[in-house]
């Protein structure tokens, strides 16, 4: 949301990018995204909703390993900006760009296969389609996934005390990443909100073939 604080939205991103580090839960999609980038013949990978980094920082080396070693172009309507010039600088084969990107208009300049991870559910249905349909229509290979799924059992209700946990060893050391999780707990709360939210809202792998169906027809693979 464009009035949720820049600072609150950067520190939650930290979170994620470490959570997925400790869980490595795409991994395992590495030699599927592999198959799809041969067979789409891209040259790069375009990565929406970036946040902070997301799985990148592990999934890019197994991306190599599945035998594709493509540059990866991290991109968000509201990047966090630091975190992912850091992962950029220290990270070969990772781009960032600064720009907000529109993830139903991307931009002619970010063409190649793209990627949605932990993002799509941030859409309602229209967008979603519109998210989809832009692919189709500017021609470009899209790979969606979440790490999660729409049931009562995927509620991330223990994401507080993994936030207590994890914030030390998110890094850069911050001492206002301290305050604001320890002192004042707006971010285990703001965390914790977001998870039960997208376990409500993540869309079934289904619901997600429907809609590419609906919006690409005969064009649709």
């Given at each position: 949301?464009?009035?949720?604080?820049?600072?609150?939205?950067?520190?939650?991103?930290?979170?994620?990018?470490?959570?997925?580090?400790?869980?490595?839960?795409?991994?395992g999609?590495?030699?599927?995204?592999?198959?799809?980038?041969?067979?789409?013949?891209?040259?790069?990978?375009?990565?929406?909703?970036?946040?902070?980094?997301?799985?990148?920082?592990?999934?890019?080396?197994?991306?190599?390993?599945?035998?594709?070693?493509?540059?990866?172009?991290?991109t968000?309507?509201?990047?966090?900006?630091?975190?992912?010039?850091?992962?950029?600088?220290?990270?070969?084969?990772?781009?960032?760009?600064?720009?907000?990107?529109?993830?139903?208009?991307?931009?002619?300049?970010?063409?190649?296969?793209?990627?949605?991870?932990?993002?799509?559910?941030?859409?309602?249905?229209?967008?979603?389609?519109?998210?989809?349909?832009?692919?189709?229509?500017?021609?470009?290979?899209?790979?969606?996934?979440?790490?999660?799924?729409?049931?009562?059992?995927?509620?991330?209700?223990?994401?507080?005390?993994?936030?207590?946990?994890?914030?030390?060893?998110?890094?850069?050391?911050?001492?206002?990443?301290?305050?604001?999780?320890?002192?004042?707990?707006?971010?285990?709360?703001?965390?914790?909100?977001?998870?039960v939210?997208?376990?409500?809202?993540?869309?079934?792998?289904?619901?997600?073939?429907?809609?590419?169906?609906?919006?690409?027809?005969?064009?649709?693979?």
């Amino acid at each position: 949301m464009p009035w949720w604080p820049r600072g609150w939205r950067g520190t939650a991103t930290d979170y994620l990018v470490t959570a997925l580090h400790f869980a490595r839960v795409y991994n395992g999609l590495a030699p599927r995204l592999a198959a799809a980038v041969k067979h789409c013949g891209s040259t790069r990978i375009v990565d929406l909703c970036s946040g902070g980094g997301g799985p990148w920082p592990d999934l890019l080396p197994a991306l190599r390993a599945a035998g594709v070693d493509r540059p990866v172009c991290l991109t968000d309507k509201y990047p966090n900006a630091a975190a992912l010039s850091r992962l950029a600088a220290t990270t070969p084969g990772l781009h960032f760009d600064p720009a907000s990107v529109d993830v139903t208009a991307v931009p002619a300049r970010l063409a190649g296969s793209h990627t949605l991870l932990t993002g799509f559910h941030n859409f309602r249905l229209a967008e979603a389609r519109a998210l989809l349909a832009a692919a189709v229509r500017d021609r470009q290979g899209i790979a969606v996934a979440e790490a999660s799924s729409r049931s009562w059992a995927a509620l991330q209700l223990l994401v507080p005390l993994a936030v207590l946990a994890m914030t030390p060893a998110i890094r850069p050391f911050r001492w206002s990443r301290l305050f604001w999780t320890y002192a004042v707990p707006v971010l285990p709360v703001a965390i914790l909100f977001d998870g039960v939210v997208w376990t409500l809202r993540v869309y079934t792998p289904a619901e997600m073939l429907a809609m590419g169906q609906e919006v690409g027809g005969d064009a649709y693979d």
